[in-house]
Every structure is written in structure tokens, then in C-alpha cells.
């Protein structure tokens, strides 16, 4: 999760784990932490899914003001 109005880079530790494939990665971001959803604008804050390769660096960036969860599939 990140609060703030900027991106963060955040680490991944996946010591020992061996990965069978792209991960997952839902995103929810929105504009500011204030953000929400109207009947006039129903998708302001939505999740966003996509692959992500994991296996060349454990270090990713998080958007400002998002929640972000990766499913790893372990071998």
C-alpha cells in the first residue's frame, strides 16, 4: 500500500522460492487518497490486472496513492 502522492519502490524478497511463471498483479490506484467512486464517475478507483515477470530484479515501483497485491506461482 502506498499513501503517499508519490511512487515508492518497494522490494520483493523471493529467496529460495522458485517461480513457475508470471506473476499476477492487481493494482488499485486512483488520482489522490481522497479519492472515491460516484454514480457520475463509477470507475475513478477500479483494479487493474496484469502479468508481471518477477524474476529480474526483486525491486518494483508503486504508483502514488494505490494498493497493489502480486500472486507468485510457486513450483
Known amino acids: 500500500m502506498n499513501r503517499f502522492e508519490s511512487p515508492h519502490d518497494v522490494e520483493i524478497d523471493l ?4 517461480i513457475a511463471g508470471p506473476a ?18 463509477p470507475d ?11 524474476d529480474w530484479t526483486p525491486v518494483i515501483s508503486v ?7 502480486h500472486r507468485v506461482p510457486l513450483a
Open 44 to 54: 475513478v478507483v477500479a483494479p487493474e490486472w496484469s502479468d508481471v515477470e518477477l
Open 24 to 41: 499476477r498483479r492487481c493494482e488499485l490506484s486512483a488520482p489522490s487518497p481522497l479519492s472515491v467512486n460516484t454514480v457520475a464517475a
Open 15 to 18: 529467496r529460495g522460492a522458485r
Open 63 to 69: 504508483p502514488p496513492c494505490s494498493y497493489t497485491i
